[in-house]
């Protein structure tokens, strides 16, 4: 069974910076493609971040230069570094892992609020 247990969420000020870490279990974690994706209240969700399994990334244009998304294989975790935070990156935030047969997996989600 696939698990996806994210943490680091929390309230940040404008300006601030927040980790995002995402722990996998139940699946070949080298095979698989991860992404971050978030969901602010009343609005679709959206990819904000994506690596793929040979560690190519890929940024939506609002976090250019501000988020970096990183794995470690080893630990089979999968982060995403968030500087710079603004308050319209308020969001719930969601991490995707895609396995080698293109099935898609999510995690719980956790809160992000940046706020003063």
């Known amino acids: 069974q696939v698990q996806l247990v994210e943490s680091g969420g929390g309230l940040v000020q404008p300006g601030g910076s927040l980790r995002l870490s995402c722990a996998a279990s139940?699946?070949?974690?080298?095979?698989?493609?991860m992404a971050w994706y978030r969901q602010a209240p009343g609005k679709e969700r959206e990819v904000v971040a994506t690596?793929?399994?040979?560690?190519?990334?890929n940024y939506a244009d609002s976090v250019k230069g501000r988020f970096t998304i990183s794995r470690d294989n080893a630990k089979r975790t999968v982060s995403l570094q968030m500087n710079s935070l603004k308050p319209e990156d308020t969001a719930v935030y969601y991490c995707?892992?895609?396995?080698?047969?293109?099935?898609?997996?999510w995690g719980q989600g956790t809160q992000v609020t940046v706020s003063s």
């Open positions: 139940g699946i070949i974690f080298n095979f698989s493609d």
């Open positions: 690596i793929t399994r040979s560690s190519s990334t």
């Open positions: 995707n892992l895609r396995s080698r047969s293109a099935v898609d997996y």
